[in-house]
């Protein structure tokens, strides 16, 4: 079994930056691509961005393109996200999630792995 724990969330002024991390543990060798999600007070979970074993991304979500960016390190079984120029729509609990196998995917139902979230509130 694997497990994903995320780490780096925290309170940050709006135009601020956060970096959060998802470290793999257990039985982590697995190929599939690795995501990130989130999910805003009252809303439904968003995707955000994927990234495959080779290091190949999807499109971002458009909300946070040219903002954020995501990679991996899979020496270290860790996925990050760097979020710059931070927004108050931004605010949400993001979520990582891994594939046991394949490439990068956009819905939830696809990943098989998921962490327990870390809050990220932007404040003015």
């Known amino acids: 079994q694997v497990q994903l724990a995320e780490s780096g969330g925290g309170l940050v002024q709006a135009g601020g930056s956060l970096r959060l991390s998802c470290a793999a543990s257990?039985?982590?060798?697995?190929?599939?691509?690795m995501a990130w999600f989130r999910q805003a007070p009252g809303k439904e979970r968003e995707f955000v961005v994927a990234?495959?074993?080779?290091?190949?991304?999807?499109p971002y979500t458009p909300a946070v393109q040219g903002r954020f960016t995501i990679s991996r390190d899979n020496a270290k079984n860790t996925v990050y996200l760097q979020m710059n120029n931070l927004k108050l729509e931004d605010t949400a609990v993001y979520y990582c999630?891994?594939?046991?196998?394949?490439?990068?995917?956009?819905?939830?139902?696809?990943?098989?792995?998921w962490g327990q979230g870390t809050q990220v509130t932007v404040s003015s």
């Open positions: 999630a891994g594939r046991r196998l394949g490439s990068v995917a956009t819905r939830s139902d696809e990943y098989d792995y």
């Open positions: 257990g039985r982590t060798f697995f190929s599939g691509a």
């Open positions: 990234v495959s074993w080779s290091g190949g991304t999807t």
